[in-house]
């Protein structure tokens, strides 16, 4: 069937195909037009721009919380000027206005994107920074804050990466004017990936796989111990050993949460517990 269509169009009629590309001109060529004017009309106002110029209307925008067009006012500098101060702060501002735009994605990828160029420049730590915001409001939808949903009950692997993050920048540049609020964060997200193993647990429970959530309370203890969560944990853990038949765990478990919360209400209802043989 190849070798017919080849031989066909060998002995096609040569004003016939004249005629065919005429035509398809005809029809394509207004909208050829169209865009070369609306391309003309946008780059007419900013061809003999400066830097600084595309710089500032991207900052106006970015504060009137346009970010969409402050991305294109940055990334246009950046295409037209690619050295020098103004790219290297524009590129900066890419990374913030995504993160602003609740494009998370687009905003780690310019971030790590200017760390990988710029790993000594002296505002390299504000990078880390836009990393860990990016990642802390990731995932988070318009009904979730519209409703206020448990943060603790999300999928954890965005909270685990920003805790990454602001641990790396507090580690990297502890005197960094951003290293208090990204440890303040950093101690947020220590208590809600514990509620989120927590609330593993608790479902564990809930299903009679006692192990399962002894182990994810236990992980909790060696991993997140100085959280809100650790009273919960020990209970949990003495309350599935006993219903286990771990009766010195349980007892070890409980003796630790006494003596540490002796408020929990954890400390009756393991006590008043009866487990079967």
Same mark, same amino acid.
């Given at each position: 069937?190849?070798?017919?269509?080849? @031989?066909? /169009?060998?002995?096609?009629?040569?004003? %016939?195909?004249?005629?065919? &590309?005429?035509?398809?001109?005809?029809?394509?060529?207004?909208?050829?037009?169209?865009?070369? /004017?609306?391309?003309?009309?946008?780059?007419?106002?900013?061809?003999?721009?400066?830097?600084?110029?595309?710089?500032?209307?991207?900052?106006?925008?970015?504060? /009137?919380?346009? *970010?969409?067009?402050?991305?294109?006012?940055?990334?246009?500098?950046?295409?037209?000027?690619?050295?020098?101060?103004?790219?290297? #702060?524009?590129?900066?501002?890419?990374? +913030?206005?995504?993160?602003?735009?609740?494009?998370?994605?687009?905003?780690?990828?310019?971030?790590?994107?200017?760390?990988?160029?710029?790993?000594?420049?002296?505002?390299?730590? *504000?990078?880390? %920074? @836009?990393?860990?915001?990016?990642?802390?409001?990731?995932?988070?939808?318009?009904?979730?804050?519209?409703?206020? #949903?448990?943060?603790?009950?999300?999928?954890?692997?965005?909270?685990?990466?920003?805790?990454?993050?602001?641990?790396?920048?507090?580690?990297?540049?502890?005197?960094?004017? &951003?290293?208090?609020?990204?440890? #303040?964060?950093?101690? &947020?997200? *220590?208590?809600?990936?514990?509620? %989120?193993?927590?609330?593993?647990?608790?479902? %564990?429970?809930?299903?009679?796989? +006692?192990?399962?959530?002894?182990?994810?309370?236990?992980? @909790?203890?060696?991993?997140?111990?100085?959280?809100?969560?650790?009273?919960?944990?020990?209970?949990?853990?003495?309350?599935? *050993?006993?219903?286990?038949?771990?009766?010195?765990?349980?007892?070890?478990?409980?003796?630790?949460?006494?003596?540490?919360?002796?408020?929990?209400?954890?400390?009756?209802?393991?006590?008043?517990?009866? @487990?079967?043989?």
């Amino acid at each position: 069937m190849r070798s017919i269509l080849i @031989v066909n /169009a060998k002995h096609m009629d040569t004003p %016939y195909i004249m005629r065919l &590309y005429t035509f398809l001109l005809i029809l394509i060529f207004p909208f050829f037009l169209v865009a070369c /004017a609306s391309l003309s009309e946008s780059e007419k106002e900013t061809k003999d721009w400066p830097a600084s110029r595309f710089y500032e209307r991207g900052k106006e925008r970015l504060n /009137a919380g346009d *970010y969409e067009k402050a991305v294109k006012d940055f990334e246009t500098l950046v295409s037209r000027y690619p050295f020098g101060p103004y790219a290297q #702060q524009a590129q900066l501002e890419i990374a +913030y206005a995504y993160y602003k735009y609740d494009e998370s994605e687009s905003s780690i990828a310019a971030a790590d994107h200017f760390i990988k160029l710029y790993p000594r420049h002296p505002n390299v730590d *504000y990078a880390y %920074y @836009v990393k860990g915001l990016a990642n802390f409001t990731r995932g988070i939808g318009g009904l979730e804050r519209l409703f206020g #949903q448990d943060p603790s009950e999300r999928d954890p692997r965005a909270a685990r990466e920003s805790l990454q993050h602001f641990t790396q920048l507090v580690k990297l540049f502890p005197n960094s004017k &951003y290293a208090q609020d990204a440890a #303040q964060r950093t101690l &947020y997200l *220590y208590n809600n990936l514990a509620r %989120y193993e927590i609330h593993v647990a608790n479902y %564990y429970m809930r299903r009679g796989a +006692y192990l399962a959530a002894a182990n994810r309370a236990k992980y @909790v203890i060696e991993n997140y111990p100085t959280t809100t969560a650790t009273p919960d944990a020990l209970g949990i853990m003495a309350k599935a *050993y006993k219903l286990l038949g771990m009766n010195d765990l349980s007892i070890d478990a409980l003796r630790v949460l006494e003596m540490n919360y002796p408020q929990s209400p954890y400390l009756a209802e393991v006590r008043k517990l009866t @487990v079967r043989n």
